[in-house]
């Protein structure tokens, strides 16, 4: 994990870029800031704004205060693999 961090910091600093990664490095590692799995590279995750964030937050507790009526399960930001090779966060 540490390592994952490390080359991003140094290689690419805050700048949004993209450098190689196996998937299993990816899957088992964390990035700060937070990144997504592309065609066989990690890239930087757009952050989104504070309104938006307020109304994810608004969405899931309309969801999470249902749960047990509607026998879902809610959550925010999970991470998907949408495609082989690509795992990315819903927006």
């Known amino acids: 994990m540490l390592l994952a961090k490390l080359s991003w910091e140094v290689n690419h600093g805050s700048h949004s870029a993209a450098f190689a990664c196996a998937v299993e490095v990816y899957l088992t590692s964390s990035y700060e800031p937070d990144a997504e799995y592309v065609d066989g590279a990690v890239e930087e995750r757009q952050m989104g704004e504070w309104s938006h964030a307020d109304w994810q937050a608004a969405i899931?507790?309309?969801?999470?205060?249902?749960?047990?009526?509607?026998?879902?399960?809610?959550?925010?930001?999970?991470?998907?693999?949408?495609?082989?090779?690509?795992?990315?966060?819903p927006m």
């Open 60 to 89: 899931l507790e309309f969801f999470r205060s249902r749960r047990v009526e509607w026998n879902i399960r809610a959550a925010v930001e999970l991470r998907v693999q949408v495609s082989t090779g690509n795992f990315a966060f």
